[in-house]
């Protein structure tokens, strides 16, 4: 990411609101007595992986959005490049996205990248997971075991796809 990366902010709840009494009128009772049953949802491992991910994010990198979350980026412009999966890991390219300045590693429309560029992704767990962000990269670099995209000295222009037909 060349310039800053995503600052969505997430809010906690205020302490002790959780240990409210609230009381509830007959009305109110007797409507979620007769409400459906709710079966309860269990997460998938995608989702269990993602909120690990979250939790260590949490414990070790600065909150999204502040001055120390923009500065771990050293602005070297690698998220930027394409990339394509091969079987389950990412492959880095040599062709970057058509907002990139290369010369500058500067993104061109970065205030409005995420409306653009439909497959430029905010630095989370998602990409985090999918293995998105290069090793040295400081946002990832102390995460346990961390694998990132292999280096493919090839453009997107070069790689070889197989035809959607020879999919199925
Ligand atoms: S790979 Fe990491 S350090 Fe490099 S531009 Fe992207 S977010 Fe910044
Ligand atoms: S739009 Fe392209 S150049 Fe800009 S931040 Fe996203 S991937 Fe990088």
Redesign the pocket.
Known sequence: ??QK?NSTMRVKPRKGKKDRRIWKTPEQRRLERDAPQVIPMYKTQKELRLDEIQRWMDENLPPTGTPEWEA?????????YDKVWEDDRLLLLTSACPQLEVET?RCRVYAERFEIEPLCLP?GPEIIEMGG??E?????ENFPGYRGPKVVDKSLDEMQFIPESQLH
């Not at 771990?72 to 930027?80: A, D, E, H, Q």
């Not at 040295?136 to 990832?140: F, L, R, T």
């Open positions: 990411m060349p990366a771990l980026c050293t602005g070297c412009g690698k998220c930027c590693n630095i962000l290069p040295d990269c400081p946002y990832v």
